[in-house]
């Protein structure tokens, strides 16, 4: 998956500007032979800024921007001045972007509207100049203060798309060509399982110019949760959908245990799925008649909303795309949503399994290697003005 254009996960080193030290300068002026201490202030160090921008749909931008830097902070100078500042670095990232420790798994904040700014390293302070430090009794201190030192912090972003609805099925369930046929996406469709390789995301056109976002994940298989398959590092981009629509052929040997298997692997995920509202496609009905079809429903024992679909021909699509209108404003599913908004809760990374993670990403695990759980601390030899370090 390196080689694809659609980049949901990508690590990369912060570092914020330390601060700038204050000055110890004695005013000298003809005349004036005791000027006293005009020692300036110094800079503050540039903070490392987060910012969820709408025009960027994927980390692609990061992908090979791995280090970011802030300025540091100026010295300050005679005659009272202080130090430049430190210009800020901003990190520009999609919306339904979450960011982890990559140390230690811990989830530190996430990024779900455009224009919002988190600071995520702050600069170190500026220190003070000799003219703050006189007084009555020392009128000519020759000492400044320091400024703080950087912090630097690895991170992990972690994108989960943001839509209305997700499609949840099996490999070669008709979930891609669903997607073509409600919106103008072109995924990749074929007759083999696993056609899907990344998730994709459709504008599904409804009546008095209303729209909904409908997003498509690579299948699913048993023991997705597990790791198996392609699941595992898909499924959080349907975390965030208002609506779940489980996609089944009507040719299953068994659809109800097909749903429940469904249904397990998204619980053992993340039970909070459970609280999303849900629906059944059951799809490739083109090879059915009316009476089939009433014959199938019968026999079906799933208390959510179920419709019959054939993408090809078009039958039952515009049934669906009312279903799921009618879904996602439903009183109770909008304070649902809205409550799983408010109050969504980021479990940290398990530690075990980051190094599987940054494998299956493409990304280095060789620092991963030498961490210690326990031990926060790492190795910077290499990073200039190491004694300036802080860790979060």
């Given at each position: 998956m390196a080689e694809s254009n659609f980049i949901d996960y990508v690590r990369i080193v912060c570092r914020s500007g330390k601060g700038g030290s204050g000055s110890a300068h004695m005013h000298r002026a003809k005349y004036l032979p005791k000027g006293g201490p005009d020692g300036g202030n110094g800079g503050r160090g540039?903070?490392?800024?987060?910012?969820?921008?709408?025009?960027?749909?994927?980390?692609?931008?990061?992908?090979y921007n791995r280090h970011v830097f802030a300025e540091h902070g100026s010295n300050g100078s005679k005659n009272k001045s202080s130090g430049k500042q430190g210009a800020d670095s901003y990190i520009e990232v999609p919306c339904g972007t979450v960011v982890y420790n990559a140390d230690n798994g811990e989830y530190i904040c996430d990024i779900t509207e455009d224009g919002q700014e988190v600071i995520l390293l702050r600069g170190g302070r500026g220190g003070l100049g000799n003219f703050n430090f006189a007084t009555a009794t020392n009128q000519a201190p020759r000492y400044a203060q320091p400024g703080e030192p950087m912090m630097e912090m690895s991170v992990i972003l972690e994108l989960k798309l943001l839509a209305d609805?997700?499609?949840?099925?099996?490999?070669?369930?008709?979930?891609?060509?669903?997607?073509?046929?409600?919106?103008?996406?072109?995924?990749?469709?074929?007759?083999?399982?696993?056609?899907?390789?990344?998730?994709?995301l459709g504008i599904v056109p409804y009546h008095d110019s209303k729209s909904f976002v409908i997003a498509d994940i690579p299948?699913?298989?048993?023991?997705?949760?597990?790791?198996?398959?392609?699941?595992?590092?898909?499924?959080?981009?349907?975390?965030?959908?208002?609506?779940?629509?489980f996609m089944i052929p009507c040719?299953?040997?068994?659809?109800?245990?097909?749903?429940?298997?469904l249904l397990n692997e998204l619980t053992t995920f993340n039970p909070e799925l459970l609280d999303k509202g849900r629906v059944l496609a059951v799809t490739k009905c083109d090879?059915?008649?009316?009476?089939?079809?009433?014959?199938?429903?019968?026999?079906?024992?799933?208390?959510?909303?179920?419709?019959?679909?054939?993408?090809?021909?078009g039958f039952g699509i515009d049934t669906l795309k009312d279903?799921?209108?009618?879904?996602?404003?439903?009183?109770?599913?909008?304070?649902?949503?809205?409550?799983?908004?408010?109050?969504?809760?980021?479990?940290?990374?398990?530690?075990?399994?980051?190094?599987?993670?940054?494998?299956?990403?493409?990304?280095?695990?060789?620092?991963?290697?030498?961490?210690?759980?326990?031990?926060?601390?790492?190795?910077?030899?290499?990073?200039?003005?190491?004694?300036?370090?802080?860790y979060l």
């Open positions: 540039g903070h490392v800024i987060l910012r969820g921008n709408h025009n960027y749909w994927t980390l692609l931008h990061l992908r609805v997700g499609l949840v099925g099996f490999p070669n369930a008709g979930k891609s060509t669903l997607v073509s046929t409600l919106s103008s996406a072109k995924p990749q469709i074929a007759n083999y399982p696993f056609t899907t390789l990344e998730p994709s299948g699913i298989i048993e023991g997705a949760s597990q790791g198996k398959g392609l699941g595992l590092r898909f499924l959080r981009h349907i975390e965030r959908n208002s609506i779940l629509l040719d299953a040997d068994d659809i109800e245990k097909e749903y429940e298997i090879m059915l008649d009316e009476e089939l079809m009433e014959m199938l429903k019968s026999t079906l024992h799933i208390n959510i909303p179920i419709v019959f679909i054939s993408s090809v021909t279903l799921l209108w009618t879904e996602m404003n439903r009183e109770s599913n909008k304070i649902a949503a809205l409550r799983t908004q408010e109050t969504i809760v980021h479990q940290p990374k398990d530690f075990r399994n980051l190094q599987k993670e940054l494998e299956a990403s493409g990304e280095s695990v060789e620092y991963v290697e030498s961490i210690d759980v326990n031990d926060s601390l790492l190795d910077y030899d290499e990073i200039d003005d190491i004694e300036s370090v802080e």
